[in-house]
């Protein structure tokens, strides 16, 4: 199992970027899925997660900003993000708790993408 993300690059101040993570392997279902960030000298936080019924929730530093969405059908999670500050320059890393084939359930990381807000 392996997570792939992109999406990432450079944006002004105010502007939009939506990050994509794609879950491929021996996947027999994806629970929750999520996308955390990790800024230089800083901790690696929850940005949002996304239940397999839809339910999300949205840090207080990105909620009404920030969106997370999946798609079941495609084993895709998405970040929309807008009204973007150059306080969330970070780098994202997509996130997955996935039982495989063999009933094997396990947390899985991408390898995180690059987001940097110019002022």
């Known amino acids: 199992v392996q997570l792939q993300a992109s999406g990432g690059g450079l944006v002004q101040a105010g502007g939009s970027l939506t990050l994509s993570c794609a879950a491929s392997?021996?996947?027999?279902?994806?629970?929750?899925m999520g996308w955390y960030r990790q800024a230089p000298g800083n901790q690696r936080e929850l940005i949002a997660q996304?239940?397999?019924?839809?339910?999300?929730i949205h840090a207080d530093s990105v909620k009404g900003r920030f969106t997370i969405s999946r798609d079941n059908a495609k084993n895709m999670v998405y970040l929309q993000m807008n009204s973007l500050k150059p306080e969330d320059t970070a780098v994202y890393y997509c996130?997955?708790?996935?039982?495989?084939?063999?009933?094997?359930?396990?947390?899985?990381w991408g390898q995180g993408t690059l987001v940097t807000v110019s002022s």
């Open positions: 392997g021996s996947i027999f279902t994806i629970n929750t």
């Open positions: 996130n997955a708790d996935i039982t495989s084939y063999s009933r094997r359930r396990g947390t899985y």
């Open positions: 996304v239940s397999r019924g839809a339910n999300t």
